[in-house]
């Protein structure tokens, strides 16, 4: 919303796809003698935990032995990997009777862990319309209107901002450099912020003339901004 009011343009987000998150560290925490918690830290800050029911008490040092087997086979590999080959990845990893019993549940509850797409997360934010309704290119019926069934195809607009090559570049598509026709009329100026090793898109949307010397240095502090205060 900031960036609309800043820029005087629609101001667009998206954020980070979760499925090119990376694994950091796996703990488990015995909460009884019947029942584990699985915690995933994920870099960028996104935690998961499942519970784990077990059938037999684990003594702690097994599960320390475990969670340590854990860490050597899976840290550091995207999770979209993780899901695909969690069952090879943990064969033969551990030889004590228990430490296998737990492993072969850890498998079993491993896909349910390591999908985030289930999370509800919002991936597209946008500032308010009413900001580029008011401007002159917008008087009229028809672009009005286009750009009302523009900020209504949300998965559209979460596809256009979010799939956007930068090379660590601010971008800018003008009318039909846009890939899809409904952005035709529009013109699109993003970068990327980054949370930890995930990458997101903020940027604005706006008629194809714009004063594109201010738009771009609101684009390009904003995205560094995000990015550092996503550090803290």
């Known amino acids: 919303r900031a960036l609309s009011?800043?820029?005087?343009?629609?101001?667009?987000?998206?954020?980070?796809s979760l499925e090119d998150a990376v694994l950091e560290k796996l703990e488990l925490i015995k909460?009884?003698?019947?029942?584990?918690?699985?915690?995933?830290?994920?870099?960028?800050?996104v935690v998961?935990?499942?519970?784990?029911?077990?059938?037999?008490?684990?003594p702690s040092e097994t599960l320390a032995m475990v969670m340590i087997a854990l860490n050597e086979r899976l840290?550091?590999?995207?999770?979209?990997?993780?899901?695909?080959?969690?069952?090879?990845?943990?064969?033969?990893?551990i030889a004590d009777e228990r430490g296998a019993e737990l492993l072969n549940i850890f498998v079993q509850?491993?896909?349910?862990?390591?999908?985030?797409?289930?999370?509800?997360?919002?991936?597209?934010?946008?500032?308010?319309?009413?900001?580029?309704?008011?401007?002159?290119?917008?008087?009229?019926?028809?672009?009005?209107?286009s750009l009302i069934s523009l900020t209504e195809e949300r998965d559209?607009?979460?596809?256009?901002?979010?799939?956007?090559?930068?090379?660590?570049?601010?971008?800018?598509?003008?009318?039909?450099?846009?890939?899809?026709?409904a952005l035709s009329d529009f013109t699109l100026v993003t970068a990327e912020y980054h949370v930890g090793d995930l990458k997101g898109v903020i940027g604005v949307i706006g008629p194809t003339r714009m004063p594109y010397e201010k738009v771009?240095?609101?684009?390009d502090y904003t995205s560094s901004l995000v990015s550092r205060m996503l550090a803290t």
């Not at 009011?5 to 980070?16: D, F, K, R, T, Y």
């Not at 999770?79 to 064969?91: D, S, V």
């Not at 090379?167 to 890939?179: A, L, M, P, Q, V």
């Not at 771009?216 to 684009?219: G, H, K, M, Q, Y």
Request: hydrophobic fraction near 40%; charged fraction near 25%; glycine fraction near 8%.
């Open 5 to 16: 009011l800043i820029s005087n343009e629609l101001g667009v987000a998206v954020a980070p």
């Open 216 to 219: 771009v240095t609101i684009v």
């Open 156 to 181: 559209l607009l979460s596809r256009a901002v979010g799939t956007r090559v930068h090379g660590g570049r601010i971008r800018i598509t003008i009318g039909e450099e846009n890939d899809d026709s």
């Open 48 to 58: 998961r935990t499942v519970y784990v029911d077990l059938s037999v008490d684990i």
């Open 75 to 93: 840290s550091g590999q995207p999770l979209a990997e993780l899901r695909r080959t969690l069952p090879e990845r943990l064969r033969d990893s």
């Open 31 to 45: 909460v009884s003698s019947s029942k584990v918690l699985l915690v995933a830290t994920i870099r960028g800050g």
């Open 109 to 145: 509850s491993g896909a349910e862990l390591f999908d985030l797409r289930t999370l509800d997360v919002p991936q597209l934010h946008l500032g308010p319309a009413s900001v580029l309704a008011s401007q002159p290119e917008f008087e009229s019926g028809e672009r009005l209107k």
